[in-house]
């Protein structure tokens, strides 16, 4: 039991971590155009020679 208090301080700092990067992402407009990269795969752009 004594390990608790260890373990919940440190899953506390890694669920804030994350919680973080993930507004750090948001902001930053990561998620913006979801559906742009998927177009983007279909597009046969690439000049192979």
């Not at 899953?11 to 559906?35: C, E, H, P, R």
């Amino acid at each position: 039991m004594e390990v608790l208090i260890y373990l919940v301080p440190i899953a506390l700092m890694l669920g804030l971590t994350g919680l973080a990067a993930f507004m750090w992402s948001i902001k930053n407009g990561q998620y913006d155009d979801v559906q742009g990269a998927a177009v983007r795969v279909l597009s046969d752009d690439d000049l192979r020679k």
